[in-house]
């Protein structure tokens, strides 16, 4: 075998050195981000404010110091669908007191505070910094502002602050991007949003919500903007966490900041509905589900918010129901929610909230019938309990008694579900009307489960003869229907 010459092990040498600076210098170009993570990238390019919910460690300050890095050198990826800026950009990068900036912003994007070998192994490339960050007084090695090279050709510029600095800190300059990592004041979060108006700018927030219902929390949750959105990021989304391993972390928080550490669940108190741990109600995705257990979609129809489809599984005989599928879909037809439920459940029956009954302002035909016409086997009425009531907190009231009974099981992969579980909740006692549709589309299926048909799952419709209803029943005793 011929050695390599001289040369040739010069330049294999070259090539590896390249390597090792690249990833040191460059953790930018090996970052792969969350489904999670990208969710709130891509919600960028349309809302002026957003927050990304997050329990303790699961990649929110990364996802946050990422962001701040595109923005600065205006390298995005090939897989960016957020907000982009073509020319340098001011911003300000924003935690709790200025050592915890140094330790964690400072650190996430410049590298390891006060070791001069490590400046430029954080999130911004080292041959990105324009000149040697400034330094801030009273905090050993912490920064004031630093820039960086736009591939524009420009300077972009940020500046770390802290929110113990006080509202006053915060006046002044316009930005053209805001990052504040972990909660922050009120005023403070107003000053910070009011520093983007005139550049057409925006705010990103990452935070765990260990507040629990602060009134940055209920602007984002209760406060309906086309111009702001959140993402709620859980430890069953960090895939840097081992499965096997998830159960042990949460096992070493406190009791009572388990949810929020584990899942960003705001400490909503006694304004969350239902106060299950969703360890209780999850289960593992059914890998045999019984003929003749009785199979119900219960659905919301989206007038003004999204359209929401709940698939139910009710074991009679041990009176369980198990959420079997959801759906939810904002901005479609009927056409497309049918095409969405028909291969899961075909010959299951669909009940319906009384607003089905509605007229359609279009076509002028009641919404249930336009969902009929797509070939689903609605119910004849809308939804009901025995005795023809409507209430909403018996369906409430059950489903809860279920849940702290054993008696309601959700499969582990209803990512959606348990998104609208967290954050159901009220407000001055009245049921906070967002992010509610799957909750409200599973109530119905609870409340009409009577309904259910024991038929097979999937995509293939069977015609099935009805027979005869008994005296003094609700559903047909062969069908179910």
Same mark, same amino acid.
């Given at each position: 075998?011929?050695?390599?010459?001289? /040369?040739?092990?010069?330049?294999?040498?070259?090539?590896?050195?390249?390597?090792?600076?690249?990833?040191?210098?460059?953790?930018?170009?090996?970052?792969?981000?969350?489904?999670?993570?990208?969710?709130?990238?891509?919600?960028?390019?349309?809302?002026?404010?957003?927050?990304?919910?997050?329990?303790?460690?699961?990649?929110?300050?990364?996802?946050?110091?990422?962001?701040?890095?595109?923005?600065?050198?205006?390298?995005?990826?090939?897989?960016?669908?957020?907000?982009?800026?073509?020319?340098?950009?001011?911003?300000?990068?924003?935690?709790?007191?200025?050592?915890?900036?140094?330790?964690?912003?400072?650190?996430?994007?410049?590298?390891?505070?006060?070791?001069?070998?490590?400046?430029?192994?954080?999130?911004?490339?080292?041959?990105?910094?324009?000149?040697?960050?400034?330094? /801030?007084?009273?905090?050993?090695?912490?920064?004031?502002?630093?820039?960086?090279?736009?591939?524009?050709?420009?300077?972009?510029?940020?500046?770390?602050?802290?929110?113990?600095?006080?509202?006053?800190?915060?006046?002044?300059?316009?930005?053209?991007?805001?990052?504040?990592?972990?909660?922050?004041?009120?005023?403070?979060?107003?000053?910070?949003?009011?520093?983007?108006?005139?550049?057409?700018?925006?705010?990103?927030?990452?935070?765990?919500?260990?507040?629990?219902?602060?009134?940055?929390?209920?602007?984002?949750?209760?406060?309906?903007?086309?111009?702001?959105?959140?993402?709620?990021?859980?430890?069953?989304?960090?895939?840097?966490?081992?499965?096997?391993?998830?159960?042990?972390?949460?096992?070493?928080?406190?009791?009572?900041?388990?949810?929020?550490?584990?899942?960003?669940?705001?400490?909503?108190?006694?304004?969350?509905?239902?106060?299950?741990?969703?360890?209780?109600?999850?289960?593992?995705?059914?890998?045999?589900?019984?003929?003749?257990?009785?199979?119900?979609?219960?659905?919301?129809?989206?007038?003004?918010?999204?359209?929401?489809?709940?698939?139910?599984?009710?074991?009679?005989?041990?009176?369980?129901?198990?959420?079997?599928?959801?759906?939810?879909?904002?901005?479609?037809?009927?056409?497309?929610?049918?095409?969405?439920?028909?291969?899961?459940?075909?010959?299951?029956?669909?009940?319906?909230?009384?607003?089905?009954?509605?007229?359609?302002?279009?076509?002028?035909?009641?919404? /249930?019938?336009?969902?009929?016409?797509?070939?689903?086997?609605?119910?004849?009425?809308?939804?009901?309990?025995?005795?023809?009531?409507?209430?909403?907190?018996?369906?409430?009231?059950?489903?809860?008694?279920?849940?702290?009974?054993?008696?309601?099981?959700?499969?582990?992969?209803?990512?959606?579900?348990?998104?609208?579980?967290?954050?159901?909740?009220?407000?001055?006692?009245?049921?906070?009307?967002?992010?509610?549709?799957?909750?409200?589309?599973?109530?119905?299926?609870?409340?009409?489960?009577?309904?259910?048909?024991?038929?097979?799952?999937?995509?293939?419709?069977?015609?099935?003869?009805?027979?005869?209803? /008994?005296?003094?029943?609700?559903?047909?005793?062969?069908?179910?229907?």
């Amino acid at each position: 075998m011929t050695q390599p010459s001289r /040369a040739e092990l010069a330049v294999i040498l070259e090539t590896l050195e390249a390597i090792e600076y690249r990833r040191k210098y460059r953790t930018f170009d090996f970052f792969e981000p969350y489904p999670k993570q990208v969710e709130f990238y891509v919600m960028g390019a349309a809302r002026r404010e957003r927050l990304l919910i997050a329990g303790n460690q699961l990649g929110k300050t990364h996802a946050g110091a990422f962001e701040a890095t595109c923005h600065l050198t205006g390298e995005y990826p090939a897989w960016w669908k957020g907000r982009r800026f073509d020319r340098p950009t001011k911003g300000w990068i924003a935690g709790e007191t200025s050592l915890v900036v140094r330790d964690v912003q400072q650190k996430k994007l410049c590298g390891e505070p006060g070791v001069e070998e490590a400046y430029g192994t954080g999130m911004i490339p080292k041959d990105a910094f324009a000149d040697k960050p400034s330094l /801030a007084r009273g905090v050993t090695d912490a920064y004031d502002t630093i820039q960086v090279r736009h591939r524009s050709g420009g300077i972009s510029v940020a500046r770390f602050k802290s929110y113990e600095q006080g509202r006053t800190k915060f006046q002044g300059e316009s930005i053209d991007w805001g990052w504040a990592d972990e909660e922050p004041p009120e005023d403070i979060y107003a000053e910070f949003l009011t520093r983007t108006t005139a550049t057409g700018g925006m705010m990103f927030v990452t935070f765990t919500p260990l507040k629990g219902r602060s009134s940055v929390v209920i602007r984002f949750l209760d406060e309906p903007s086309d111009d702001r959105g959140f993402v709620s990021m859980t430890i069953d989304d960090a895939l840097h966490i081992a499965p096997e391993q998830r159960a042990r972390v949460v096992a070493g928080y406190l009791a009572h900041e388990r949810e929020a550490r584990a899942r960003g669940v705001p400490m909503l108190g006694s304004g969350r509905i239902f106060m299950t741990p969703e360890g209780a109600i999850t289960e593992p995705p059914l890998e045999y589900i019984p003929e003749h257990w009785a199979k119900l979609w219960g659905i919301d129809f989206g007038i003004g918010h999204p359209f929401a489809a709940v698939l139910i599984l009710w074991d009679r005989d041990n009176d369980v129901i198990h959420v079997h599928h959801v759906y939810r879909m904002a901005d479609a037809l009927p056409i497309q929610h049918a095409a969405a439920m028909k291969p899961i459940g075909a010959n299951v029956p669909v009940a319906y909230p009384k607003d089905g009954a509605d007229r359609e302002k279009g076509s002028g035909e009641p919404l /249930a019938d336009l969902y009929k016409k797509q070939d689903l086997i609605m119910l004849s009425e809308h939804a009901t309990w025995p005795d023809g009531g409507l209430s909403t907190e018996a369906g409430i009231l059950e489903m809860d008694d279920r849940m702290k009974s054993g008696r309601f099981k959700v499969a582990a992969q209803l990512s959606e579900f348990f998104e609208e579980y967290r954050f159901y909740h009220r407000k001055d006692g009245q049921i906070v009307k967002i992010k509610d549709d799957i909750m409200s589309a599973c109530r119905v299926a609870v409340m009409m489960k009577r309904f259910g048909r024991a038929v097979s799952l999937g995509g293939h419709r069977v015609k099935i003869q009805s027979g005869v209803i /008994a005296a003094g029943t609700d559903f047909d005793l062969f069908t179910g229907v």
